[in-house]
């Protein structure tokens, strides 16, 4: 069996997560390789787990529910929660607000919008900051190209530089190959923060990958 993160073994697979010290979280100073398992380490849930190039559990999502996909937790390694993400209510087209921690009752980081532009077909959501609902073309912080459903993806910030990456995983020594539910995240330093890049995976997932409606 192809290993998916290099610390396989110490995981029980029982949702016991080993206990760490929480992380602040900014911008990387150097390029982070972060492995997306779309899978939730708890028994008999969906969500997703990241690892760092380590093997090291970085974030995870434990309630990825059919039924509770309007509202996805996004933790760090010890379960403390970084992002709430939730779906935009009474909005034109798919919208998400991003969230610090767990509460929705403060003003949101950020709101992701599905691209809706026939003339840009390579676009496929853009980020803007809070809730604004002004003019995108003078606010978007973050846009987001290239197809989900193949794992090839680039985020660019607003001056255009490469702010983060989806890419499929590549099975070494020849392994088996890798599906769709492994592949890498790689967050370019000073650009991003690895949180909010994998809150933009989670949200891809929504619009173009198996959990849309």
Known sequence: MTKVYPNASSFSG???????PPKVLAAPESEAILTVWKKSLLFNCNGFTVFGSKGDLVFRVDNYMDGNK????????TGNPLLTIRRKKMSLGD?????KGESTSTNPLLCVRKSMNILNNKCLAYVIPGDNTS??????VYEIEGSYSQRSCSVYDDRRRLAAEIKKK???????????????????PGHIRPDF????????DQMFGSSRR
């Open 14 to 20: 029982s949702g016991t997560i080993p206990e760490r």
């Open 70 to 77: 309007g509202e996805i937790l996004l933790m760090d390694a």
């Open 95 to 99: 919208s998400w607000l991003v969230y």
């Open 135 to 140: 003019n995108r073309s003078n606010n978007v």
């Open 170 to 188: 590549e099975a070494v020594n020849g392994g088996v190959a890798y599906g769709n539910d492994i592949f890498r995240l790689v967050v370019q």
């Open 197 to 204: 890049a994998m809150a933009l995976v989670i949200l891809l």
